[in-house]
């Protein structure tokens, strides 16, 4: 078979490895891809983003399916472009994709399926979103209505800073038209975790737990980041809490998809906070695998990849199951200079190859130089898991895979997994 898989990082470095590691499998494209990507076997780059190209593409390579990664396309509309092409493809159509594309809708569409998640607002007139604030004090939460790359929340622990948050988006347009209205939200409590399962329109396979690392340093400080690292399982989603969530999250929503005549096909990751009682409430819902989060489930995914990607476009997700490993995987981001903010673009990485063999290396903003050099060209440039019988070994794999790994300013955590360990 010939795949196609869209988009450029960490996540779809571990998506297309996976797949490839088919015995169906000849050769994965990745558009655009990265240095990782450019390397690994049987996974070839190519450089086209235009619907229409790939379509083209797609065609003339007769790709056997097609597999997006980030929810830019999606919320774009490619699965209603390729469907309409009539060729297969897996992710949700540009209607469901609101569930992250729009706050505001995901919000509305949980208030009236009874899915649980803060009490909200939303606004656009700054004046009416201040005297919110004022009515509801802080801690409270303020999100740009869409897409914002995981830079559109602020987590406000004054009213001081959530006032001066309403002014940066509403007033002075910092997130430009993602911007155009805020959802004000409670603020939750408790432990965040990552639940993504497969859809097909109506059946559901779960994928294995998992729990990110959202702030760029060490004990969650500092600023909130796309995810500066991420492990599975997640010892914080329990048999009860993981039926819960089945239950009162994820059924709902499929279900609620279905009747309105938008059957969602794709990953669906529910952002989860569950409090002290265990209940689960929805802080967001992502259309999409979860990056860094991909890059530890893929390595403990021991059924054939492109066997549940093709149950799930044929409608016949309850007819697979999918194996792990009992193995922990453990994945530690390297980040450049200045990210989130401002990464900083070039400098030559060295040592990747070194560092091989201990733990496996994703790729997300890499490519080569003019002399052919490794370098960094993103915010999050690798992504190094390691796998252990138990959390301290899994980590201790991917800190000492990670070791030989140099670039000027690299920032990377040292607790990846710390949680786990309590
Ligand atoms: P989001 O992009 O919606 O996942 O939000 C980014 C991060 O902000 C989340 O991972 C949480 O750590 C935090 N956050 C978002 N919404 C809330 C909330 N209602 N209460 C507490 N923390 C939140
Ligand atoms: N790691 C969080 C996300 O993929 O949105």
């Known amino acids: 078979m010939k795949l196609l898989v869209i988009g450029s990082g960490g996540r779809e470095h571990a998506l297309a490895w996976k797949l490839a590691q088919s015995d169906k499998v000849e050769i994965v494209f990745v558009a655009p891809g990265n240095a990782g990507t450019a390397r690994e076997n049987k996974l070839c780059n190519i450089?086209?983003?235009?619907?229409?190209?790939?379509?083209?593409?797609?065609?003339?390579?007769?790709?056997?399916?097609?597999?997006?990664?980030?929810?830019?396309?999606l919320a774009a509309g490619i699965v209603d472009d390729f469907t309409k092409a009539g060729l297969a493809i897996f992710g949700p159509s540009k209607y469901c994709a609101q569930?992250?594309?729009?706050?505001?809708?995901?919000?509305?569409?949980?208030?009236?399926?009874?899915?649980?998640?803060?009490?909200y607002a939303t606004f656009s007139d700054a004046q009416e979103a201040h005297q919110y604030i004022e009515q509801k004090g802080a801690p409270i939460v303020i999100k740009a209505d869409g897409l914002a790359a995981g830079k559109g929340v602020i987590v406000a622990m004054t009213p001081d800073e959530a006032h001066q948050a309403i002014d940066s988006i509403l007033?002075?347009?910092?997130?430009?038209?993602?911007?155009?209205?805020?959802v004000i939200e409670d603020y939750l409590r408790g432990e965040e975790a990552s639940f993504i399962v497969m859809v097909d329109g109506e059946h559901i396979l779960e994928m294995a737990s998992s729990q990110d690392h959202k702030r760029l340093l060490d004990n969650d400080?500092?600023?909130?980041?796309?995810?500066?690292?991420?492990?599975?399982?997640?010892?914080?989603?329990?048999?009860?809490?993981?039926?819960?969530?089945?239950?009162?999250?994820?059924?709902?929503?499929?279900?609620?998809?279905?009747?309105?005549?938008?059957?969602?096909?794709?990953?669906?990751y529910a952002g989860l906070m569950i409090d002290e009682t265990g209940a689960p409430y929805t802080i967001e819902f992502n259309c999409r695998f979860g990056d860094p989060e991909t890059q530890p489930i893929m390595c403990r995914l021991q059924t054939d990849f492109v066997d549940l990607l093709l149950a799930a476009l044929a409608g016949k997700l309850n007819e697979t199951n999918a194996v792990w490993s009992e193995e922990i995987a453990v994945?530690?981001?390297?980040?450049?200079?200045?990210?989130?903010?401002?990464?900083?673009?070039?400098?030559?990485?060295?040592?990747?190859?070194l560092a091989s063999d201990n733990g496996k290396i994703f790729h997300a903003g890499t490519s080569f130089n003019a002399d052919k050099k490794l370098i960094v060209s993103g915010g999050r440039v690798l992504c190094v898991v390691g796998m252990g019988q138990n959390v301290a070994e899994a980590q201790q794999q991917a800190y000492a895979a990670l070791e030989p790994i140099k670039f000027k300013g690299m920032q990377y955590r040292n607790d990846i997994a710390a949680k786990a360990l309590k």
Do not use: W
Not at 64 to 73: I, K, M, N, W, Y
Not at 110 to 119: E, F, L, N, Q, R
Not at 171 to 182: C, I, T
């Open 221 to 268: 400080a500092g600023p909130n980041t796309g995810g500066m690292g991420a492990y599975s399982p997640a010892p914080v989603v329990t048999p009860a809490v993981h039926q819960r969530v089945i239950d009162e999250i994820i059924k709902p929503t499929v279900q609620g998809m279905l009747a309105a005549g938008h059957p969602y096909r794709g990953f669906l």
């Open 47 to 73: 450089n086209l983003s235009d619907h229409q190209q790939l379509i083209q593409f797609c065609f003339e390579q007769e790709i056997d399916f097609t597999l997006v990664g980030p929810e830019a396309p």
């Open 331 to 353: 994945g530690v981001v390297l980040a450049a200079s200045g990210y989130p903010h401002s990464p900083r673009r070039g400098d030559i990485i060295d040592g990747v190859d």
């Open 171 to 182: 007033l002075d347009n910092s997130m430009g038209s993602a911007g155009a209205r805020v």
């Open 99 to 119: 569930l992250e594309s729009s706050k505001d809708f995901a919000k509305a569409f949980m208030t009236k399926h009874g899915i649980p998640t803060a009490a």
